[in-house]
């Protein structure tokens, strides 16, 4: 609800008639119904807008500080820029010929831009050419990499989502692995061979877990306790159902590995597809704020939330988000206690995720100004 809907509704409620509304404020019925209506231009300046609102809400006892906060709200969303305009130039080459060209110099004008015409396209060629080269290279490193690394197995896999205290069954082929991420780790689950048990007549699974690279042996319907000190957290794998080139794994998430541990950098981390890796957004709001966000360019829910309102934004490549008053949200990303800005101010921050420009393998949790 806008600050306007909030007003009209107020005097509706009390029955009070516009004109009775503008006797006993002093204000004409044309500024009440432009306050009423969110059409804020009829006034000289946002200090006349916010002074009528205050008045206003005050004569109708509709709290100015909500009705403030929802204006700012409301003029938070008129400015915003969406994602893809900000990437786009704002400057034209046009307009500078429009603005400078002159009759006279038309003819040298041609001549200069056939000539950066062909000056642009050697270029270009030039630098396809490097870039090609740099690729080959990057390629060949990550190639490298993953070959000899013990942190990434040398399978396909498949990246999954795990919830803390949530079980969660996962269908693995034989040969392939399943992927998730714990507190910024990626954990993988190698298949490497089911077999039958001739003894029981049921089936056994080998199991290699990364990183760490170890090895372990599962039975039917008995759960295995993951644990090794590079892994964050504990887990426990269950061997639910099986075939002979397929297995139903049943994946728990437990306890911190080391809850206390300060070696790891909750915003980067080393995985074999950053592609698959999440930015994760938590928090609470400890006041009543204005909030508005963007899901990889997409939008989200936007409006005045009460205190105490939780926060979980999940995203592959990018959050937008902008906050009325930054000192009212508690927020945590990727593990990492962050503060978007202080008490009192407006919040507008794009958290987008960079890949390392040396090991592709690599990346961090950038947070800029929108």
């Not at 005097?11 to 059409?39: F, G, M, V, W, Y």
Request: no cysteine.
């Amino acid at each position: 609800m806008t600050a306007g809907q909030l007003l009209k509704k107020a005097r509706e409620d009390r029955r009070i008639p516009l004109r009775q509304a503008a006797d006993d404020t002093k204000i004409t019925s044309r500024h009440l119904q432009a306050l009423e209506d969110d059409n804020y231009m009829v006034f000289p300046g946002e200090t006349y807008a916010l002074g009528f609102l205050t008045s206003y809400a005050t004569y109708l006892e509709v709290d100015p500080e909500q009705i403030k906060r929802l204006y700012k709200g409301s003029q938070l969303t008129e400015t915003e820029t969406p994602l893809m305009e900000l990437m786009q130039p704002t400057v034209r080459v046009s307009d500078y010929i429009e603005r400078f060209a002159k009759p006279l110099l038309i003819v040298p004008l041609i001549v200069l831009a056939l000539a950066l015409i062909i000056y642009f396209v050697n270029s270009r060629t030039a630098t396809d050419q490097t870039s090609v080269s740099e690729n080959t290279t990057d390629s060949s490193a990550v190639t490298q990499f993953t070959r000899n690394s013990t942190t990434v197995p040398d399978v396909e896999s498949d990246h999954v989502k795990l919830q803390p205290g949530r079980p969660s069954p996962h269908i693995i082929k034989k040969g392939r692995a399943i992927s998730f991420s714990v507190q910024n780790t990626e954990v993988f689950v190698v298949m490497r061979d089911i077999v039958a048990d001739a003894k029981t007549g049921g089936y056994q699974a080998s199991v290699e877990i990364y990183p760490g690279r170890k090895k372990f042996t599962l039975n039917e319907e008995v759960p295995q306790d993951i644990s090794d000190s590079a892994i964050p957290r504990r887990f426990k794998v269950t061997l639910s159902g099986v075939t002979a080139n397929n297995a139903k794994l049943v994946i728990e998430l437990g306890e911190e590995e080391n809850p206390t541990s300060e070696t790891t950098t909750p915003t980067e981390t080393r995985v074999s597809n950053p592609d698959n890796f999440l930015i994760r957004l938590e928090g609470v709001l400890t006041g009543d704020t204005y909030i508005e966000y963007f899901i990889d360019g997409k939008p989200g829910k936007r409006g005045l939330m009460k205190k105490d309102t939780p926060l979980l934004l999940e995203a592959n490549d990018s959050i937008q988000i902008k906050i009325g008053d930054a000192g009212d949200v508690k927020l945590m990303i990727n593990g990492k206690s962050e503060v978007l800005g202080r008490k009192g101010s407006v919040a507008n921050k794009i958290i987008r995720k960079v890949r390392d420009p040396v090991e592709q393998s690599k990346f961090k949790v950038t947070i800029k100004d929108a």
